[in-house]
């Protein structure tokens, strides 16, 4: 596929879908005036004309662009949007070395592969330079993280890795929920280590991305230029590790990756959405690597910190005039996700941008309704866990806690501490204490038990099923 068979066939199609679905003043204001520039045969970059319009498109509709243009592609697309001042125009082969590599094209020090004729030398590090840009976030970067309590410590970890690749911390191991910065540390590290040494070769890749491209190169038979593209390099870094999950031939093949990297002193960076002795059928080999340096977690932001995000988003927001109370009104209300800060953030600055009119709590409140129904659905605790399950299961609640072991208690027990797991954002050994003082052992055991049951057993998933439907109802009512 070409840039013009999506400027003249595909994009259209999308801009037109989107004109239909939308108002007319919204439809102008975010999508009307987006560029396509097709990157390869599955990266679309959609550049905005400023960062402003970038950002709120990237929080609010990027899931909804990424579906319509694959959908007239033909395939998965991975789609980046950039603001005017993000994109990378014609390089010259030397502007190409500040750019973090990819897999695809992993040129060192201007240094071209033989394929590639002096004519054509110039448009390929073009095209290099464009798809590369799309891969990291030029806003994640050391300045723009906000530390505080819950992230020291990873942050601390990732800045002595960029300071000193592959001696620090090897492998550098990130976990904690959705939206809290595993990914902003991730970035931060790849646009660090490449300013350092503009000749280093740094990967980055979803884990989505390393599996999708493994499969690829199997069918296409191109496993040898697979192996080379992310063996070949001083710096890899992978996200949302977790989705190795049961995937046993791409287990293997990053078992070797791993192993060729260390072995050679190169560093390795992954982050997840929970410790690697949690994630479930992940081989008890690669467990054992990710431990190897240093595993450590972020956990969700106190309010102190809260606030600083808001106010230091805010103040890079340019001429934007948020109140302070606004700011802190929604430090306190939404506690859970950093991502979802920045969503209501931007839906607060395009109101006041749009319409010019002051800002205040209840024109807040209302603007970011959505957002606090979906934090209020999260505030689930164990104890509202333990009551919903001794009620399903005719038991009583000192059950939770007590020492007997008979099925009828244990399993409902288990079944218990495995939605503490997944429902609430408590480390094990607080979910632990709740039920009895055991340790997080024993919650990692209930929850691979309750797991492995749900597997073979659908009356118990649809038992846990409805459970689960039951306590989200409860919160958010």
């Not at 209840?362 to 919903?388: M, Y």
């Amino acid at each position: 596929m070409t840039d013009s068979t999506v400027t003249f066939e595909i994009w259209p199609s999308v801009l037109e879908e989107l004109r239909s679905a939308f108002p007319v003043d919204t439809f102008n204001t975010w999508f009307r005036n987006l560029t396509p520039h097709w990157n390869g045969e599955d990266q679309l970059t959609l550049s905005a004309s400023n960062e402003f319009t970038a950002i709120w498109l990237e929080e609010n509709y990027l899931e909804l662009l990424t579906e319509k243009v694959s959908q007239r592609a033909g395939c998965i697309v991975e789609l980046e949007i950039l603001g005017a001042p993000a994109v990378v125009e014609m390089a010259a082969p030397q502007t190409v070395e500040n750019v973090v590599e990819t897999p695809e094209h992993s040129f060192s020090n201007g240094r071209l592969p033989s394929r590639f004729d002096t004519t054509a030398a110039t448009r390929g590090l073009d095209r290099a330079a464009k798809r590369q840009k799309s891969y990291i976030n030029p806003r994640n970067t050391f300045e723009n993280f906000i530390v505080g309590p819950s992230n020291q410590l990873a942050h601390a970890a990732a800045t002595a890795v960029a300071a000193e690749p592959g001696h620090a911390y090897n492998p550098l191991f990130l976990y904690g929920d959705t939206g809290l910065g595993k990914t902003h540390l991730m970035h931060a590290m790849a646009h660090a280590i490449q300013e350092k040494d503009p000749s280093a070769v740094v990967v980055y890749a979803s884990c989505e991305k390393f599996t999708n491209k493994f499969l690829k190169a199997i069918r296409e038979n191109s496993l040898d230029e697979f192996r080379r593209s992310f063996r070949k390099i001083d710096v890899l870094l992978i996200d949302d590790i977790q989705f190795l999950e049961g995937k046993e031939r791409t287990q293997e093949e990053f078992f070797h990756t791993f192993n060729d990297l260390f072995e050679s002193q190169r560093q390795i960076c992954l982050s997840s959405d929970r410790p690697a002795s949690e994630i479930s059928k992940l081989e008890a080999r690669l467990v054992s690597r990710f431990q190897w340096g240093m595993a450590t977690d972020i956990q969700a932001p106190d309010l102190e910190t809260r606030i600083a995000i808001f106010k230091k988003k805010a103040l890079a927001q340019g001429n934007c005039n948020v109140p302070d109370e606004v700011l802190e009104f929604l430090a306190q209300r939404i506690t859970r996700s950093v991502r979802r800060m920045e969503g209501a953030l931007m839906k607060v600055v395009a109101f006041s941008r749009l319409t010019q009119k002051p800002l205040d709590i209840p024109t807040t409140e209302q603007l970011v309704r959505d957002i606090l129904q979906e934090e209020a659905q999260n505030q689930i605790s164990v104890e509202l866990i333990q009551r919903k399950v001794v009620n399903y299961f005719d038991l009583k609640l000192g059950d939770m806690t007590s020492k007997r072991r008979p099925s009828h208690i244990a399993f409902p027990r288990q079944i218990a501490m495995y939605l503490s797991r997944i429902l609430t954002d408590l480390p094990l050994k607080l979910i632990g204490q709740g039920f009895g003082g055991r340790d997080h052992g024993t919650v990692i055991h209930a929850c691979k038990t309750v797991e492995n049951i749900m597997d073979q057993d659908d009356k118990v998933k649809r038992n846990v099923d409805y459970l689960i439907k039951q306590l989200n109802g409860s919160v958010g009512a």
